[in-house]
Antibody, heavy 122, light 108 residues
Framework: EVQLVETGGGLIQPGGSLRLSCAAS????????MTWVRQAPGKGLEWVSL???????YSADSVKGRFTISRDNSNNTLYLQMNSLRAEDTAVYYC????????????????WGQGTLVTVSS | SSELTQDPAVSVALGQTVRITCQGV??????ASWYQQKPGQAPILVIF???NRPSGIPDRFSGSSSGNTASLTITGAQAEDEADYYC???????????FGTGTKVTVL
């Protein structure tokens, strides 16, 4: 059974750093593409970052240069390193497995974690 | 990155049909996927690659696309279908991904 469990959220001051973890089971992170999606309180879903199975990464303009997506194959875990945090980064952060559709190479997300809340506030 | 625009809210009578649309330039090039999210829960995939249903998703959910518009149709809506629905696709550059603005579906 595919399972994703996010940890690492919490209250952090503006300008601070936080690393989110997403422990995967039932499949290998290294053999799949993975993504982070966030949702601010009362708002819609926002795509954050994606790492393809070949290691190529992409991030939304809103987090580029501040957030870094990575993975640890030995621990079967996905990470999101978040630096220079701002109030507008306050959200529930979800990790998800990204499957790639062969026809147009687009990703879709078939399995999601339960999310971890990040609150950026002084 | 480009935007995907959805109607904020729609309502449907129990057992009737509702169509949710998603508009964006990138949809002329890339397929859409659709996600259902209920309050306090993580999203779940209901349609991928325009019209494909994951296992376990009822066949009352269907997807289609024409031009710059992708659609999710619920045929015979049930009370448990009341939720927020989001479309998702690549942006026009192909390097980024974007979610639609979301549609709240109310089943009356």
């Amino acid at each position: 059974e595919v399972q994703l469990v996010e940890t690492g959220g919490g209250l952090i001051q503006p300008g601070g750093s936080l690393r989110l973890s997403c422990a995967a089971s039932g499949f290998t992170v290294s053999g799949n593409s993975m993504t982070w999606v966030r949702q601010a309180p009362g708002k819609g879903l926002e795509w954050v970052s994606l790492i393809y199975s070949d290691g190529t990464t992409y991030s939304a303009d809103s987090v580029k240069g501040r957030f870094t997506i990575s993975r640890d194959n030995s621990n079967n875990t996905l990470y999101l390193q978040m630096n220079s945090l701002r109030a507008e980064d306050t959200a529930v952060y979800y990790c998800a497995r990204a499957l790639i559709y062969y026809y147009d190479s687009s990703a879709y997300y078939d399995s999601w974690g339960q999310g971890t809340l990040v609150t950026v506030s002084s | 990155s480009s935007e995907l625009t959805q109607d904020p809210a729609v309502s449907v009578a129990l057992g009737q049909t509702v169509r949710i649309t998603c508009q964006g330039v990138s949809l002329r090039t890339y397929f859409a996927s659709w996600y259902q999210q209920k309050p306090g829960q993580a999203p779940i995939l209901v349609i991928f690659a325009k019209k494909n249903r994951p296992s376990g998703i009822p066949d009352r959910f269907s997807g289609s696309s024409s031009g710059n518009t992708a659609s999710l149709t619920i045929t015979g809506a049930q009370a448990e279908d009341e939720a927020d629905y989001y479309c998702h696709s690549r942006d026009i550059t192909g390097n980024y991904y974007v979610f639609g603005t979301g549609t709240k579906v109310t089943v009356l």
